[in-house]
């Protein structure tokens, strides 16, 4: 919610973006050679694909990242992670229709992406203390749908699952650290180009508020006891407001985001949108209405209502502008990030044993 442009990197490196096209599925391939280009998995229309294969031996080596193995096991796990993650898109109809060959590419190419990562991680000097991980662990399991938490670790134990989080988010420091991206990174020309290519098929499907906002960002590794002084940072904001202080002025002397400048402004969206990053509190639907403290995913927040656009006719430039830039933004991340790691793999040592049809080659 902190800004809808920035993209997070949560349970594993990749946030799997998929659509469904006639009789296929479209998504990112991972960090293989054609990435820029995408991958269209083919989806069998009898809902039954015919190449189904087994699972791999755990203590296979599938391949080698300068000589770290990746094994059978890992391989599994991240397959199955992979068909969570189809799943929670709830796009796929079913996952008897991707040939698994599909999914355990993807999953390897994911693998070594990761390992590259982490071991830049670890050249680098980034560290994670074990009181800093189960803090990052609980955090986790509090935001997550508890049905989609018992997903994601029933497949795995808790080492593995917690050596998962943990190489997460030292690969996560790794790419913020490398990636040099801010809210001016998409060029808004780009964004007004886009939106006259889909202006006419934009149609307002459910009611948009325009919102500003106080925000106090949560980071990632946050412990508890920063989490509570941004928490008092937000709740003295707020008593700022009660007691007179214009809206203008405690932006300007509370909020951490970058849009400080335009009283908070983040733009158009429909209350749906926020349904699942919001952990307390509820955003008004009057104009003119401010909030009482919100606890989002990435921080605490006060929201004033400025505008509402009812359901129906077709978006405005204004309300489209958010997540047009998200998806520019998220092009040139992509691409910034499939850079980063093709670089690293100049100078890798990389043997991949396991080809998409199951067969080796040691």
């Known amino acids: 919610m902190k800004h809808s442009y920035r993209t997070t990197l949560l349970a594993g490196l990749i946030l799997l973006t ?32 015919t190449e189904k294969l087994r699972p791999l031996a755990p203590e296979m080596v599938a391949a080698r990242v300068n000589g770290v193995p990746i094994l059978g096991m890992d391989v599994n796990r991240s397959v199955e992670s992979l068909k969570n993650m189809l799943l929670e898109s709830r ?41 800093l991980l189960d803090e990052q662990i609980e955090l986790i399991k509090k935001n997550t749908p508890k049905d989609v938490y018992q997903r994601r670790i029933a497949s795995t134990d808790e080492t593995v699952f917690r050596n998962s989080i943990k190489k997460t988010i030292l690969i996560t420091r790794v790419v913020e650290s490398k990636m ?11 964004v007004r180009k886009y939106y006259e290519e889909l202006k006419d098929s934009m149609k307002r499907s459910s009611t948009n508020y325009r919102m500003s906002h106080v925000f106090a960002e949560i980071p ?28 203008s002025e405690v932006v ?17 969206y429909s209350v749906e949108m926020f349904k699942d990053d919001i952990i307390e509190g509820t955003i008004p639907q009057e104009v003119g ?21 009812k359901k129906g006719g077709y978006l405005t430039y204004d309300e489209s502008f958010p997540t047009l ?17 093709m670089d690293l793999k100049k100078d890798a040592k990389i043997n991949v044993y396991l080809d998409i049809d199951n067969e080796w080659q040691q």
């Open 18 to 49: 998929v659509f469904v096209t006639a009789g296929s599925v479209v998504a990112p391939c991972a960090y293989c050679e054609d990435f820029t280009k995408q991958v269209t998995i083919p989806l069998d229309p009898s809902g039954q694909a």
């Open 91 to 131: 796009q796929v109809p079913s996952l008897d229709m991707i040939p698994d060959k599909y999914l355990r590419q993807q999953a390897l190419d994911t693998l070594i992406a990761n390992e590259l990562m982490f071991q830049e991680s670890q050249k680098m000097g980034f560290s994670l203390s074990d009181e």
């Open 180 to 190: 040099e991206m801010d809210n001016d990174s998409v060029d808004e020309a780009e």
């Open 220 to 247: 990632a590794d946050a412990d508890e006891e920063l989490i509570q002084q941004k928490r008092k940072k937000i709740t003295e904001a707020k008593y700022e407001l009660d007691n007179g202080t214009s809206w």
């Open 252 to 268: 300007q002397a509370y909020s951490e985001a970058p849009d400080t400048d335009n009283d908070g402004d983040i733009g158009y």
């Open 289 to 309: 209405a401010v909030s009482d403290v919100i606890r989002s995913k990435s921080g605490f927040h006060i929201i004033k209502v400025t505008d509402i656009k």
């Open 325 to 341: 830039k998200s998806m520019l933004y998220g092009e040139l991340y992509k691409k910034k990030l499939f850079d980063m790691v």
